[in-house]
């Protein structure tokens, strides 16, 4: 049998998992790591060659469980779904009572709550831990939403901490300048334990669906500037970067600032010309929003930006009707840009308001649908470093939920509440602008929309009520009634006395 010596195993040897591998192993811990074709293991150890010393490989399963201390740790780096099935159920025979799997994919929360209830009654423990920051943050301090058992949370803590990303405790900025061998040590790490089950792996999901919406909202105000304004990619690049160094402060500002000032190494053309604009997707921002509208959650803004994404894949659709359909042409506005500009950054700010809002009101929701109980701040606390949302931003929602963890909505925070009523003049006139122009906007637009319904006392919904309960029987309640006292008319006999129901 195989001494036991590593402190972890990591499955997986995916660009992810090896970063993931690289990055614990920097931090001190011994771990083994193996992948299902042997001859990738091998070209990663030999890639890393003997500068890594805490890593080592394994040719066969049971020689990599038998290498690892007991209680066991395994992470899980394979594709969601099938896959991380079969690894589980390869593992279960090799591994002891009060062993530890982790899925560190991107798995549909859903799925953890099956696998953490079956690995229980195998007496073994199972977290399912979103990991965000892509490859660079994997290798050097991701944001970690670890979910399932609070007593095999606890045995994995001190690693997890230890590897996520770092932020300075007194200004929440993220601490930078890892490099292979030097990680960053002390800040505060984004890393904390989410809640039972498929707590994590619901978070990333949300964090996955907001990111899907920051991005959209981003392309919307390039297209403006680029459409409207009539600025080149590098001076709307300018622009980012000095947004950057604002309230919009984050990781997706920054490297949109790097992306407009790229140019194509090929034609030496502005890089961002040369993409195509068909965007792919992976699920999770799908699967934000169906959940949103399986729980009766209003998430528009996220919709919207799946929706913007599965526009822009029927692209030789679009370019026939092009010429088939007419719209106004954007005109240029050369006369108070800067003004412009401003009330873009305004517009885009304002949104992203939005849909944070949205996102925290689904997780509020998700809590009496799975019986979770979720620390709002200090899930924004741990996305502001290492994820692909983080932003300065993220410190005002740990404020607001710190000042009130029963926060309804974050629109009603006195900060957010008071952006909004300073920002919202130049948000509607940069949706007008975009309509008189005929540019899309789906994200800015049914932000917008969602603020002016949430501050609504009335709705037109009493019409929708009316319209079901004539054609449907589907009732109706009263406004001069106790809420949950329902209604239905005889409408082949509208005069005759409503029947309660």
Same mark, same amino acid.
């Given at each position: 049998?195989?001494?036991?010596?590593?402190?972890?195993?990591?499955?997986?040897?995916?660009?992810?998992?090896?970063?993931?591998?690289?990055?614990?192993?920097?931090? &001190?811990?011994?771990?083994?790591?193996?992948?299902?074709?042997?001859?990738?293991?091998?070209?990663?150890?030999?890639?890393?060659?003997?500068?890594?010393? /805490?890593?080592?490989?394994?040719?066969?399963?049971?020689?990599?469980?038998?290498?690892?201390?007991?209680?066991?740790?395994? =992470?899980?780096?394979?594709?969601?779904?099938?896959?991380?099935?079969?690894?589980?159920?390869?593992?279960?025979?090799?591994?002891?009572?009060?062993? =530890?799997?982790?899925?560190?994919?991107?798995?549909?929360?859903?799925?953890?709550?099956?696998?953490?209830?079956?690995?229980?009654?195998?007496?073994?423990?199972?977290?399912?831990?979103?990991?965000?920051?892509?490859?660079?943050?994997?290798?050097?301090?991701?944001?970690?939403?670890?979910?399932?058992?609070?007593? #095999?949370?606890? @045995?994995?803590?001190?690693?997890?901490?230890?590897?996520?990303?770092?932020?300075? #405790?007194?200004?929440?900025?993220?601490?930078?300048?890892?490099?292979? &061998?030097?990680?960053?040590?002390?800040?505060?790490?984004?890393?904390?334990?989410?809640?039972?089950? &498929?707590?994590?792996?619901?978070?990333?999901?949300?964090?996955?669906?907001?990111?899907?919406?920051?991005?959209?909202? =981003?392309?919307? +105000?390039?297209?403006?500037?680029?459409?409207?304004?009539?600025?080149?990619?590098?001076?709307?690049?300018?622009?980012?970067? /000095?947004? /950057?160094?604002?309230?919009?402060?984050?990781?997706?500002?920054?490297?949109?600032?790097?992306?407009?000032?790229?140019?194509?190494?090929?034609?030496?053309?502005?890089?961002?010309?040369?993409?195509?604009?068909?965007?792919?997707?992976?699920?999770?921002?799908?699967?934000? !929003?169906?959940?949103?509208?399986?729980?009766?959650?209003?998430?528009?803004?996220?919709?919207?930006?799946?929706?913007?994404?599965?526009? !822009?894949?029927?692209?030789?659709?679009?370019? #026939?009707?092009?010429?088939?359909?007419?719209?106004?042409?954007?005109?240029?506005? !050369?006369?108070?840009?800067?003004?412009?500009?401003?009330? =873009?950054?305004?517009?885009?700010?304002?949104?992203?308001?939005?849909?944070? +809002?949205?996102?925290?009101?689904?997780?509020?929701?998700?809590?009496?649908?799975?019986?979770? %109980?979720?620390?709002?701040?200090?899930?924004?606390?741990?996305?502001?470093?290492?994820?692909?949302?983080?932003?300065?931003?993220?410190?005002?929602? %740990?404020?607001?939920?710190?000042?009130?963890? %029963?926060?309804?909505?974050?629109?009603?925070?006195?900060?957010?509440?008071?952006?909004?009523?300073?920002?919202?003049?130049?948000?509607?006139?940069?949706?007008?602008? +975009?309509?008189?122009?005929?540019?899309?906007?789906?994200?800015?637009?049914?932000?917008?929309?969602?603020?002016?319904?949430?501050?609504?006392?009335?709705?037109?919904?009493?019409?929708?009520?009316?319209?079901?309960?004539?054609? &449907?029987?589907?009732?109706?309640?009263?406004?001069?009634?106790?809420?949950?006292?329902?209604?239905?008319?005889?409408? @082949?006999?509208?005069?005759?006395?409503?029947?309660?129901?």
């Amino acid at each position: 049998m195989t001494e036991s010596t590593s402190n972890i195993g990591l499955i997986g040897l995916a660009v992810m998992g090896q970063n993931l591998a690289l990055n614990i192993a920097d931090h &001190g811990y011994k771990i083994s790591v193996f992948n299902r074709t042997y001859s990738k293991t091998e070209n990663f150890l030999e890639k890393t060659g003997s500068e890594v010393i /805490n890593l080592t490989g394994y040719e066969d399963l049971k020689s990599f469980v038998d290498s690892l201390e007991r209680p066991k740790k395994i =992470i899980i780096m394979v594709q969601a779904g099938n896959p991380t099935d079969a690894v589980i159920d390869s593992l279960i025979p090799l591994l002891d009572k009060g062993d =530890i799997i982790i899925d560190g994919g991107n798995a549909k929360w859903t799925d953890t709550i099956r696998r953490e209830k079956t690995l229980k009654q195998e007496d073994l423990f199972f977290l399912g831990s979103g990991v965000s920051g892509g490859e660079e943050g994997a290798r050097y301090g991701p944001s970690l939403m670890p979910g399932g058992s609070k007593d #095999a949370w606890n @045995l994995v803590k001190p690693i997890w901490d230890s590897i996520s990303a770092k932020v300075d #405790a007194s200004n929440g900025k993220p601490l930078e300048g890892a490099t292979p &061998g030097n990680p960053i040590v002390g800040g505060e790490p984004c890393s904390a334990y989410i809640g039972n089950d &498929g707590a994590g792996h619901y978070v990333k999901m949300v964090h996955n669906g907001i990111e899907y919406g920051d991005m959209q909202m =981003i392309c919307e +105000a390039y297209h403006l500037m680029s459409s409207v304004v009539g600025l080149h990619p590098s001076e709307i690049g300018d622009i980012f970067n /000095n947004w /950057n160094e604002g309230e919009l402060d984050s990781f997706l500002i920054e490297i949109t600032g790097d992306i407009l000032k790229q140019d194509d190494p090929r034609t030496k053309k502005p890089f961002v010309d040369i993409v195509l604009d068909a965007a792919g997707q992976k699920g999770t921002g799908k699967w934000t !929003s169906v959940n949103a509208l399986d729980m009766g959650v209003p998430a528009p803004t996220v919709s919207e930006a799946v929706f913007a994404r599965c526009l !822009s894949a029927v692209k030789e659709e679009r370019i #026939a009707a092009a010429k088939i359909l007419s719209g106004p042409i954007p005109k240029i506005n !050369s006369i108070e840009k800067e003004n412009l500009i401003s009330a =873009i950054r305004d517009a885009l700010y304002c949104s992203k308001i939005c849909s944070y +809002a949205q996102g925290f009101q689904l997780m509020r929701e998700a809590q009496s649908e799975y019986g979770w %109980t979720l620390n709002f701040g200090e899930i924004a606390k741990i996305w502001r470093g290492g994820c692909i949302i983080r932003a300065a931003f993220l410190q005002k929602i %740990t404020e607001a939920y710190n000042k009130n963890p %029963t926060l309804a909505n974050l629109l009603l925070d006195d900060y957010f509440k008071e952006c909004i009523n300073k920002y919202q003049s130049n948000w509607r006139e940069v949706i007008s602008l +975009a309509v008189k122009n005929g540019i899309s906007i789906p994200t800015f637009g049914s932000a917008l929309s969602y603020y002016d319904g949430y501050r609504s006392e009335r709705l037109p919904q009493n019409l929708l009520q009316a319209q079901r309960d004539y054609f &449907g029987a589907h009732t109706y309640e009263r406004t001069d009634e106790e809420r949950g006292k329902f209604y239905h008319i005889d409408w @082949l006999n509208p005069d005759r006395p409503e029947e309660e129901s």
